[in-house]
């Protein structure tokens, strides 16, 4: 196997995440976009007898001035027919290979369920955390099957804010609209006291894409003169994720979020998109947001963990 880590094709890389259903850690302008805030990115990408068979792009920073981490998240992204021992040779070479000054602790977390892990992939490695919790949407489905799926009273809340007539919802790549909820963002962070991705991300990303409308969409919800619920969603070939939500008292109780993440999937279907990752559940220490998402009767998957 032949890995090169510098003057990466990016046209190559796109198109194998793409056709992968690659997770946004892994899809270039998300790399593009960190570098510009100052984050020490690396990439690779991993050859066999002339063909690509993995990429994978790694988060690196320096811990106690002398050990070089490397977090490789939801990667790296393989060819699904590459066996289980190709898989452990493509992380052995990842590992071997990386150019970063000893000592060198690369982390893999595999975007795949324990269940779906061949344990010959990762022989030798141990698991140092516990799996990531998201909920995926398959586009692939018409609407009305969509619909079916979600669940009794999800469906519900859905068709009365739907005949809401005061209500109107729009799904637009709204550069406005974005700056506006990420400020909403912002606001709801200092009151709530969290924390994420700095919003500066989000404009670092969409102006990392080749087609910045295409990067991004933004669903927001007016009644009246007033904006009470807004979602913004990144798009990364024929994947979109979920990236944060916003709505005040009127909107939730309204239920705008039912209507905004509905007409979304909507726009998203007809944009090509076949995957809506609606990003982490935590029924623990977020069980409402947890259970709106799971109510979609999208696909529940815990990820398999973190090695090294």
């Known amino acids: 196997m032949d890995v090169k880590w510098e003057q990466l094709p990016q046209a190559d890389w796109e198109e194998f995440h793409s056709t992968h259903h690659g997770a946004l850690q892994q899809a270039w302008a998300y790399g593009e976009a960190l570098t510009s805030l100052g984050v020490n990115m690396r990439r690779a990408m991993v050859w066999e007898d002339g063909q690509l068979v993995a990429i994978a792009q790694f988060m690196c920073k320096r811990v106690l001035g002398y050990i070089s981490l490397a977090s490789c998240t939801r990667g790296p992204i393989y060819l699904p027919e590459l066996s289980p021992a190709q898989r452990a040779a493509v992380y052995k070479r990842l590992r071997q290979s990386i150019p970063l ?50 669940e009794g009273k999800w469906r519900n809340r859905l068709n009365k804010v739907l005949s809401n007539a005061k209500l109107r919802v729009h799904v637009q790549p709204s550069l406005k609209r974005c700056q506006w909820l990420l400020g909403q963002e912002l606001a709801q962070r200092e009151a709530k006291k969290f924390h994420g991705l700095p919003t500066d991300f989000v404009q670092a990303y969409i102006g990392a894409a080749a087609e910045p409308r295409q990067a991004f969409v933004v669903a927001y919800a007016e009644l009246g003169k007033n904006t009470v619920g807004g979602m913004l969603f990144l798009i990364h070939g024929r994947v979109a994720s979920y990236h944060m939500g916003w709505a005040d008292d009127e909107g939730r109780q309204l239920n705008a ?52």
């Open 101 to 150: 000054p000893r000592l060198k602790v690369p982390l893999f977390s595999p975007d795949r369920s324990h269940e779906q892990l061949d344990p010959a992939e990762t022989r030798g490695m141990s698991r140092v955390m516990t799996g990531y919790a998201t909920v995926l949407l398959d586009l692939t489905h018409p609407l009305p099957s969509l619909k079916a799926q979600l």
């Open 257 to 308: 979020h039912n209507a905004l993440l509905w007409q979304a999937m909507a726009y998203l279907q007809d944009q090509g998109i076949e995957v809506l990752d609606l990003g982490g559940v935590n029924t623990h220490d977020l069980p409402g947001i947890s259970r709106f998402k799971l109510g979609t009767g999208g696909r529940a998957i815990t990820l398999a963990g973190t090695y090294f």
